[in-house]
């Protein structure tokens, strides 16, 4: 994986894990400002990758399926 590919590979399990978080939840503003925050960083990572990038995960990315886009990251691109 490149740097960059590592970059995005950890804001995607970091969005996992604001997700999964119970407190987070507990308060609605915040649990929605904490996944809009790191949506954008996604967004900002994904635009950051060296071009041309893998044809599956432009697609994953587009349409954000993010944890679709992270097992690929992880497999290699498999």
Known sequence: ??????????ALRERLKIISDETSRRDPDQ???RLREISDRIQS???ALPQ??????????DR?????????LCSGGL
């Open 31 to 33: 649990h929605i400002a």
């Open 1 to 10: 994986m490149t740097r960059e590919e590592q970059e995005l590979a950890t």
């Open 64 to 72: 954000r399926s993010y944890d679709k886009a992270l097992e690929f």
């Open 52 to 61: 041309p990038i893998p044809p599956r995960l432009a697609h994953f990315l």
């Open 45 to 47: 990572l994904s635009a």
